[in-house]
């Protein structure tokens, strides 16, 4: 009887024992995500507030501080009135260039890519692996390399300084990353369906029409924002390829915050770079799963 | 491997022609492709190599000076403080991103309350550009406005962060940036390896009564080792493209304390018009790469071949 009251006490105790250790463990793995995700959140945060403050306040505060105020001016001077090198229009001429750039580089690389994927994967021939691998030297090689080839097709295409020029160097680049997310989906579904499909003499575009694509929407997605946010925010070729009102918005970016001049409008600049960030942003937040997919697809293969 | 055995192969036999023109179409919708991914990988690498070769300065010109661009690459003193860091970057931003991103992935991997959440929060650098993440952390760098400037205000008046200012410290600036941004993607990485070992060998390890660290150590973290690789692989491809993290930050400054090969071969070709030089310079970043892609995509398909080996 004693032995079996000591031992449930025992018990009691280990159990009480065990369940604060769970709890300092919880506490600690709670406590260091909440670390950082305020280290991740805070500039966000920061970039925020100030797009929504006054100028005057920021330059008394700082930037890291509680807003006292809440406008909505430098928004407005960002998007249509704020001077980049001499013209007065703000960001919106640059956030359309760069729609006007993105929208068809990726709906172009995207098809492309989803013919070649089912082709190379569906349609294989002597020597198409080979092939592919070729193609998918293109993601390796960095820009830097084209850019003089570019600067002379571009020039005597008389593309240079347009947002057509940028939609040709992205399509090109783009098709090696869009086959290869494409073929290695393609590849999953069984031959069987396809030669089905022959046997009942379906040629090459009712197979993709009517096997094919009805199974792509996951890897259209995939690749789509992949491509879309790849574009949005790529700056090299639109720095050197185009200037003032031809670039897009990542180098006018760069131009209106290295336009200093003494007062630094961290407001306008913090409203200014959320309206670069958020087409990518709004993607990634309604597009997730796809996004973090495109990401670890694109990595490991 | 099986994929191989499968493949649908055209008849042989005579047949009519639009059976045949049907045949073809494949190779025709491919074929732009084909020649447009040939052109771009061999064509402009041969353009860049020979210009690299040439005394192109302001404009491209084609007489051959052999070497004579590389020799005065390597003896540019900015030109070295690019490699030396890029290979500094490298290391550190490396490391640090995977060892935050494996960090957050094993806390995620907790089974966490709104791990949805969390993941959103530590990934979401990744969706916006190099360009304003440079511009906002060169804001929070600022010492007379960022966080120099708050830690003083609340009180602490001789606490200095002035990195990004300091050509010693600069490139310590350019990293910590780099890992913010990218860590979130070493832990997707990580967080899909983990979720993908197979859950009897964690079982078997827990009956065995092992700790949930030594599991980590001893079971989890080996079953994923290929990954480290692969994240480790790809930062490097990152480190070596660096350039719109830097342009947007620092601009390589201070002074040239920041350059890196890409900021360079940009400088040379459009800010100084020494073309071949540039080229010279774009050439090695390449090689860079290739020093490191080609062994890597060797083990790759050499572990791909042991496995269906086995299988």
């Known amino acids: 009887m004693v032995d079996a009251a000591l031992d449930q ?29 305020a280290i991740y959140l805070v500039p ?75 082709i190379l994967s569906k349609w294989r021939f002597k020597g198409s692996e080979a092939l592919f691998t070729c193609m998918l030297l293109g993601v390796f090689i960095p820009g830097q390399i084209s850019l003089m080839p570019w600067a002379f097709i571009l020039g005597n295409l008389g593309l240079s300084n347009t947002t057509y020029g940028l939609i040709v160097i992205h399509v090109i680049q783009g098709i090696s990353f869009t086959t290869l997310f494409c073929r290695n989906y393609y590849v999953s579904i069984p031959d069987d369906l396809i030669k089905a499909a022959r046997i009942d003499g379906a040629g090459f575009w009712r197979i993709f029409r009517k096997i094919i694509l009805p199974l792509s929407s996951p890897i259209l997605i995939v690749t789509v924002i992949w491509q879309f946010t790849g574009i949005w925010n790529e700056y090299l070729f639109g720095v050197v390829f185009t200037s003032g009102q031809q670039q897009p918005i990542t180098a006018a970016l760069v131009a209106l915050t290295a336009s200093g001049t003494n007062v630094r409008a961290y407001d306008v600049m913090s409203a200014a770079v959320l309206i670069g960030a958020l087409p990518p942003l709004l993607i990634y937040l309604f597009g997730g799963k796809y996004f973090v997919r495109g990401l670890t697809q694109g990595a490991i293969k | 491997m099986s994929n191989h055995d499968l493949t649908l192969s055209v008849p042989a036999p005579a047949r009519p022609w639009r059976e045949r023109l049907g045949s073809a179409v494949p190779l025709l919708v491919l074929g732009p492709s084909l020649v447009a991914s040939f052109v771009y990988v061999f064509v402009f690498t041969g353009w860049t190599l020979y210009i690299s070769l040439s005394n192109s300065s302001l404009l491209p010109s084609y007489g051959f000076v052999g070497l004579d661009n590389y020799a005065s690459l390597w003896a540019n003193r900015r ?151 692969a994240v480790a692989v790809i930062q ?17 400054g201070p002074g040239i304390s920041t350059t890196f090969p890409a900021i360079y071969v940009y400088d040379l070709m459009f800010q100084r018009g020494q073309i071949g030089e540039g080229a010279a310079a774009a050439i090695m970043m390449l090689a860079a790469l290739a020093v490191v892609l080609v062994p890597y995509s060797f083990w790759v398909v050499w572990r791909r071949r042991k496995e269906a080996g086995h299988g």
Not at chain 2, 93 to 119: F, K, N, P, T
């Open chain 1, 44 to 118: 966000l945060l920061v970039v925020v507030l100030n797009s929504f403050s006054d100028q005057q306040e920021i330059a008394r505060n700082g930037l890291i501080s509680l807003p006292r105020s809440f406008r909505l001016e430098a928004w407005s001077q960002a998007w249509s009135t704020y001077c980049i090198g001499g013209t007065c229009e703000g960001m919106q001429r640059n956030f359309y260039n760069s729609l006007k750039m993105t929208i068809p580089a990726t709906i172009i690389s995207t098809t492309v890519g989803a013919m070649n994927g089912y």
């Open chain 2, 79 to 229: 030109w070295n403080i690019a490699y030396n860091n890029l290979f500094l970057f490298s290391g550190f931003y490396i490391v640090g991103s995977m060892a935050v991103g494996l960090l957050l992935a094993i806390l995620i991997d907790q089974r966490v309350r709104g791990e949805a959440v969390w993941r959103t929060i530590f990934l979401y650098p990744l969706a916006v550009s190099f360009i304003v993440t440079g511009t906002v952390w060169s804001w929070l760098y600022n010492p007379t406005d960022g966080i120099q400037a708050m830690v003083r205000g609340l009180g602490w008046t001789n606490f200095s962060f002035a990195l990004a200012s300091d050509r010693h410290h600069a490139i310590y600036a350019v990293i910590i940036t780099g890992v913010w941004q990218s860590s979130g993607f070493a832990m997707a990485l990580f967080l899909a390896g983990l979720r993908s070992v197979d859950s009897d060998l964690v079982k078997a390890a827990q009956i065995d009564g092992a700790s949930t660290f030594r599991i980590y150590r001893k079971v989890l973290l080996p079953t994923i080792a290929p990954i480290f690789l």
């Open chain 1, 9 to 37: 006490s025992l018990d009691h105790r280990a159990a009480t024992v065990a369940a604060r250790r769970h709890f300092l463990t919880r506490l600690v793995i709670y406590g260091l995500l909440v670390v950082f995700a």
């Open chain 2, 236 to 252: 490097i491809q990152f480190a070596i493209k660096t350039f719109d993290l830097v342009a947007a930050l620092t601009k390589g």
